[in-house]
């Protein structure tokens, strides 16, 4: 490795790494800051660009800050504490800005207020590795390293709640007195509002003496233990608890509309559950329902903003690639007492189903979909009758890309003029960019 280069950063690419350029190749640098000189490894070499890590800062941006993290640097779970916070909310305005131009050929009439905080302690699911590593003393709990496949060797999180960084060194000394720890390469975290959950992967049987020792650990720290012998589907409580409390339940509250939400630890929820809230409050105030719509949320989910806009609207109808999800949103609504809603499995990556297709027009739709975005959404809307096409779309999306490429199906081929659009920094200290856009329909 050259550990002796030193260069000049110009810019950020869309990974929050500096870029440099240097006899005509172009080389991407891990925590550099436009502006900056830096002394930097090189990481890797190819014919055309360089990735590299920055070792030594001879010139520092004034947008420089001291991570907050001591394993900053190696972990893998955060990219950006070197940059102050409201630059990373710049950065990302900025990629989704470079989005929609440069790959839709499109531009928003209104750039939206971005939606951020808080930068600490926000992240409320979280997937850590467990591993076996003699060398460094025993079981590691974590994420991985930076661009590796090895664990951090992780003694606290400042981007997890305080309580759950506590339990890692507590967790690590746990599942080492189990039966076979090396074969326990998994645990998922899912923090509600009143309880969290670990739901732990294993490969083999658990012991008598291992349910012991988890139920013991659970009771201690006031965690609820949830066990996961093989697929999603064999997810289980390892105890049972009092199903008429309900603070015993897992669920996080919604309450500007007077709503609780249930989950399970393996559903798919927002990982930061203040600035969900604020998402849904910026996402029903775009799409402006109406107490006589019929409002179609694709992408349902378990009914996080299904729910909210049936407090506005006279229906909602939620559709969901999975079954799971679908049942859950259903069971939420019928929990809050909700019953002008309907929820259909429906994989939106093939088509709208006929529940959308053959029903009477829907006036609004809201559109939340995962990273592969809502192509095939946005072909069957432009090849819908005019009458049949929404008013007014808000789009909720996790990749500024196919955003982009969804934003030009719907300007160029749909009728529809990109009113608005703007970041949602959902995951802090991180390139990780949420946005929201809203189209209206031009007649």
Sequence with gaps: ???????????????????????????FVQGALPGETVGVTTLRKKPSYEIARTEQVFKASSLRVKPQCPHYGVCGGCSMQHIDAAAQVAFKQRVLEDA?????????????????????????????????VDKKGGILVGFHEKKSGYVADMKQCEVLPRHVSDLLVPTRRLIETLSRPNRMPQIEVAVGDTQTAFVLRHMEPLTDQDKRLLKEFGHLHGVTWWLQPAGPDSVHLLETPDTADASNQLAYALPAYDLRMPFKPTDFTQVNPKINQVLIAR???????????????????LGNFSLPLARHAAFVLGVEGSLSLTRQAQHNAQLQGIFHTEFVVGNLFEGLPASVTEAPAFDRWLIDPPRDGALVVCEALAAMPLNKRPKRIVYVSCNPATLARDAAILVTQSQYKLEAAGVINMFPHTAHVESMAVFNLVE
């Design 283 to 301: 996402a029903l105030g775009l799409l402006e329902p109406k107490s006589s719509d019929r409002i179609l949320d694709l992408f349902c989910g």
């Design 100 to 132: 929609l131009h440069h790959i839709g050929g499109v531009k928003a009439a209104q750039i939206l207020t971005p939606i951020h905080g808080p930068y600490w302690g926000y992240r409320h699911r979280a997937r850590l590795t467990v591993k076996l």
């Design 1 to 27: 490795m050259n550990t002796n280069n030193i260069l000049q950063i110009e810019s950020l690419d869309q990974d929050g790494r500096g870029v440099a350029r240097q006899d005509s190749k172009v080389i």
